[in-house]
Nanobody, 123 residues
Framework: QVQLVESGGGLVQPGGSLRLSCKAS????????MGWYRQAPGKQRELVAA???????HYADSVKGRFTISRDNAKNTVYLQMNNLKPEDTAVYYC?????????????????WGQGTQVTVSS
């Protein structure tokens, strides 16, 4: 099994910055992609940003130019640098990983979610 542990959420004023981290641990063969999703009260969970093992990235239009996703493959960790935060960025942020386990090898993929971390942007 693989677990994700997130950190870095909190309360910040509009225009401020936060950096989220998500570390994967367990019986990892490889991690094809990692991403950040968010869910605001009363809304569906949405993709914020994703990154492949090769470094290709994808961002939601609403965060382009403000958020940056990066990963350290050696540490099985993904980061989300969030700048110029807005009140509409307030949500629970979830880390996701698409990975392969040592037990089943490269041909079987799994998805795992972190427990979520609250980000609140308010003055």
């Amino acid at each position: 099994q693989v677990q994700l542990v997130e950190s870095g959420g909190g309360l910040v004023q509009p225009g401020g910055s936060l950096r989220l981290s998500c570390k994967a641990s367990g019986s990892i063969f490889s991690i094809a992609a990692m991403g950040w999703y968010r869910q605001a009260p009363g809304k569906q969970r949405e993709l914020v940003a994703a990154i492949t093992v090769g470094g290709s990235t994808h961002y939601a239009d609403s965060v382009k130019g403000r958020f940056t996703i990066s990963r350290d493959n050696a540490k099985n960790t993904v980061y989300l640098q969030m700048n110029n935060l807005k009140p509409e960025d307030t949500a629970v942020y979830y880390c996701n990983a698409n990975y392969q386990e040592r037990r089943t090898g490269p041909k079987v993929s799994y998805d795992v979610w972190g427990q979520g971390t609250q980000v609140t942007v308010s003055s």
